[in-house]
């Protein structure tokens, strides 16, 4: 790993062993983008590789009687472009100024390479141990105007195809600026022959994958709810058309930021596309006086000539090992079982001790009370702000049931909603200017509730204390952290109109101070982020809590797209999953507790009902699964995931593979949502696996008891180019494999050996 400055052409190379990243200063002092990509041989003259000439329409360069129409920012594939000189295209940063101009003009003036990598205050960002892990390059350009510095930094790792990008805006014009628009990365690619890829879908049907051709305009994933939001997850790839899950060209941009982002690719006439993601600039306005300096969110930039797949299992291991921090990042996650499903609101002392001690019984390692154990929390109208006991339900206090559940041999696990109020709380009779909206309008409600104007920091000081009070009262080792609506009518009583521009960001901002606060104060706590599910799954929320609840859809089908979208960034480390009651809750489908399990065995695994009201057979079958799940988990927690079958295509099968670095394990999972009579045959190819080594396959149809396959072991290459059979007796053919009548939702869970 290198980065390299020639002084002859002016050019930055940085690289490992995989990747590329070159940039070029140009004749006149602008940062042009030259190559992303497959690794390049590093030497001088890397600056031919950027394309330019005057384009018809396009503005020429003109300085001070020097006039060269050849040189056009327009034509120019460009570092970050700012607005209105000369590039007619959406740009990556807008500055607003006192003279009412938003025209800049950034040179270069100087760089600097560094070992190792910046943290950036009070933000999220990947990070290393030890310097000697990454290099970073910090390029300074200018505005001489404007008396505006932009310093632009990338940072790459030793060892991943991956470049952390950010940008910090400096003041020093005594007039002040105000930047409207700071993108965390922009990258001009110099060809339009990609697909987008990007992860939608809504509440409970979060990370979808679709994936669409580039087009000329604009193609973009956004949100402005606040939150990073269900409807679009701040991530986008650029495709090959040719690319596949395990072969062909992906890159990846990911932003770290859980509030308001704009992601977007921009093919122009020369099919030129332009990639940005940053901060929405909607509704973001951030004043800077002299002196002050605006940092961005990080934007990681991920490159893979192995196909979806490829890029998913960089991104996997750079989040687990350099983006989660503490203890939790190195350490196999506890077995939970959460009450919310089980109980709602109705919690009492005695439901919760009946439910945790036949949860440990069942060999459960973490009892979690959700919603409802606070003051007048006895549904969703009231409580929300007030976070102390109800006594009624617990009149032994959070630390009384605490210390009950500890004593049957188990962590305990707490809820909290720290952004949110109720009309009907304690915390907002007593400040009803706390909550987001302007003074004298109302406010929209979502779940009866409104937005605490986190932006203060009076009020994130508040629900520090009160969290603060109770994790320290109690025995407390897990803590889920909610947030069941987006924010709307933002708008902060205690900000001058000028600063109104800075709400959004500064929530958020005060929702990361308020998480490393209580990191720092209680570093054993294991956090799990939620927001409804996945409104705020995001790799920003990675630094503070390293998992997340990847969907309020506990559906074991639903949750096999949910999961598998997910599993484009996020590591199956950070997905939590749970087994939920049959019928299901939110679908009121049908699934046998295996299913639901095998499932949920590719997360955070965890159970999400009342065990009294399970068959003495699921009972038994969740000892089974706790044991089995113990097992294989760190084959699925620190091994290489395959994405194999797409379940949003119509042949209604999915499947994934995990295997283990060194490829003597795997552990594969087979879904079929409808079986068909007389169906085609199926089989699976299966990946990552050593193609000269044979593998004993087993397979469990009840999640846990695995049988060989009869024909004994198969090699790597075999399962890998021609597959896993997976057909049936009622597709036609039976080579005595499977049980007969296997059904509708069917899940398998395969084991593999190398001998
Ligand atoms: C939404 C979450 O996603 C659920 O798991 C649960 O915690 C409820 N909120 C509680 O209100």
């Given at each position: 790993?290198?980065i390299?400055?020639h ?25 042009a983008g030259l ?6 041989r ?14 018809n329409?396009?503005?020429g360069?003109?300085?001070?009687g ?8 327009n034509?120019?594939r ?8 000369g590039d ?7 500055i ?8 800049m ?16 205050a ?11 892990e ?24 030793n ?8 940008a910090?805006i ?6 002040g600026?105000?930047?409207?628009q ?28 679709y994936?669409?051709?580039l087009r000329?305009g ?11 939001s ?22 990846g941009?990911?932003l770290l ?12 006439y ?8 940053g ?31 490829g890029?998913?299992r ?7 090992r ?6 939790w ?15 709602y609101f109705?919690?009492?002392e ?29 549904h969703?109208?009231?409580?929300l ?6 006594r ?25 909603e720290?952004?949110?109020v ?9 400040h009803?200017?706390w909550?987001?909206?302007t ?8 779940r ?13 000081e ?18 889920k952290w ?13 900000y001058?109109?000028?600063?109104q ?13 308020l ?21 705020r799954?995001?790799?920003g929320?990675?630094?503070y ?12 089908m639903e ?10 960034v ?18 009121s ?8 399990a095998?499932t ?46 797409n ?40 990946a990552g ?5 044979d ?12 049988v ?8 790597g ?5 021609y597959?896993?059979?997976?057909s ?16 509708d939702y069917l ?7 190398k001998?």
């Amino acid at each position: 790993m290198a980065i390299q400055f020639h002084e002859s052409d002016r050019t930055f190379h940085l690289y490992n062993d995989s990747v590329s990243y070159c940039i070029a200063v140009t004749k006149y002092g602008h940062l042009a983008g030259l190559y992303f990509g497959k690794r390049l041989r590093d030497r001088d003259g890397l600056s031919h590789l950027l394309e330019y000439s005057g384009g018809n329409q396009s503005p020429g360069f003109y300085e001070d009687g020097v006039e060269d129409p050849s040189y056009s920012l327009n034509e120019i594939r460009q570092e970050y472009p700012s607005f209105g000189h000369g590039d007619l295209r959406q740009g990556a940063l807008v500055i607003g100024q006192k003279d009412g101009s938003r025209i800049m003009d950034f040179r270069y003036v100087t760089h600097r390479i560094y070992d190792g990598k910046p943290q950036l205050a009070g933000l999220p960002a990947v990070y290393t141990e030890e310097d000697g892990e990454a290099q970073t390059l910090e390029i300074t350009l200018r505005d001489e105007w404007l008396q505006t510095d932009l310093i632009l930094l990338y940072s790459i790792f030793n060892d991943y195809p991956a470049i952390a990008r950010s940008a910090r805006i400096e003041c020093h014009t005594p007039e002040g600026i105000t930047v409207l628009q700071a993108a965390s990365a922009c990258l001009d690619l110099p060809d339009s022959g990609y697909e987008m890829l990007e992860l939608a879908g809504g509440w409970a049907r979060e990370c979808h994958m679709y994936r669409n051709p580039l087009r000329p305009g604009i193609q973009s994933v956004y949100s402005r709810r606040g939150n990073s939001s269900s409807q679009f997850n701040p991530f986008l790839a650029l495709l090959r058309p040719e690319a596949t899950e395990t072969c062909g060209e992906a890159l990846g941009f990911s932003l770290l930021y859980s509030g308001n982002y704009l992601a977007q690719a921009d093919v122009d006439y020369r099919d030129v596309t332009r990639v940005t993601i940053g901060i929405h600039p909607d509704g973001f306005a951030w004043p800077l006086a002299e002196g002050q300096s605006f940092q961005t969110p990080e934007a990681v930039l991920v490159y893979s000539d192995e196909g979806l797949s490829g890029m998913s299992r960089a991104y996997h291991r750079l989040y687990s090992r350099r983006l989660v921090r503490g203890y939790w990042r190195d350490h196999e996650r506890p077995i939970l079982l959460n009450n919310w499903e089980a109980t709602y609101f109705g919690i009492t002392e005695e439901k919760m001790l009946n439910i945790a001690s036949k949860a440990r019984d069942l060999g459960v390692d973490l009892f979690v009370m959700d919603d409802g154990w606070f003051g007048t929390r006895n549904h969703d109208h009231a409580g929300l702000g007030d976070w102390y006991v109800n006594r009624d339900k617990l009149p032994q206090g959070v630390r009384g049931l605490a210390e009950k559940v500890t004593a049957l041999g188990m962590k305990f696990g707490l809820w909290f909603e720290p952004e949110m109020v109720n009309e009907d709380s304690d915390l907002y009779r007593a400040h009803p200017d706390w909550v987001l909206r302007t003074p004298g309008r109302s406010a929209s409600k979502t779940r009866h509730q409104w937005v605490l104007d986190f932006s203060r920091d009076d009020v994130m000081e508040n629900l520090y204390q009160q969290m603060s009070a109770i994790l320290g009262d109690a025995p407390v080792s897990y803590v889920k952290w909610d947030m069941n609506r987006s924010m709307s009518e933002v708008y902060s009583a205690a900000y001058p109109p000028e600063q109104q521009g800075t709400v959004y960001h500064r929530c958020i901002l005060n929702v990361y101070a308020l998480y490393e606060r209580l990191h720092a104060e209680f570093p054993h706590i294991l956090f799990e982020s939620c927001a409804g599910g996945g409104a705020r799954f995001d790799a920003g929320m990675l630094y503070y809590a390293p998992q997340g609840w990847t969907s309020d859809d506990t559906d074991a089908m639903e949750r096999v797209s949910i999961q598998y979208g997910a599993s484009v960034v996020y590591p199956l480390s950070s997905l939590g999953a749970h087994v939920s009651a049959s019928p299901n809750h939110q679908l009121s489908r049908v699934t046998s507790i295996a299913t639901r399990a095998a499932t949920a065995y590719f997360g955070t695994f965890g159970y999400e009902l009342d065990p009294n009201q399970l068959s003495a057979e699921d009972q038994a079958e969740i000892r089974e699964q706790i044991r089995f799940i113990k097992q294989y988990r760190h084959i699925i927690h620190q091994g290489d995931l395959y994405r194999l079958e797409n379940p949003y295509e119509n042949n209604g099968e999915a499947a994934w593979i995990c295997v283990s670095p060194d490829r003597s394990q795997a552990i594969a999972a087979y879904f079929r949502f409808r079986q068909h009579i007389t169906a085609p045959l199926s089989r699976i190819r299966l990946a990552g696996l050593d193609p000269d080594a044979d593998y004993k396959v087993s397979y469990c149809r009840n999640s846990t008891e695995p049988v060989e396959l009869p024909f004994g072991p198969v090699g790597g290459d075999e399962l890998m180019q021609y597959g896993l059979i997976t057909s049936d007796s009622r597709s036609g053919i039976h080579n005595g494999i499977y049980p007969d009548r296997e059904g509708d939702y069917l899940a398998r869970i395969y084991l593999l050996e190398k001998l």
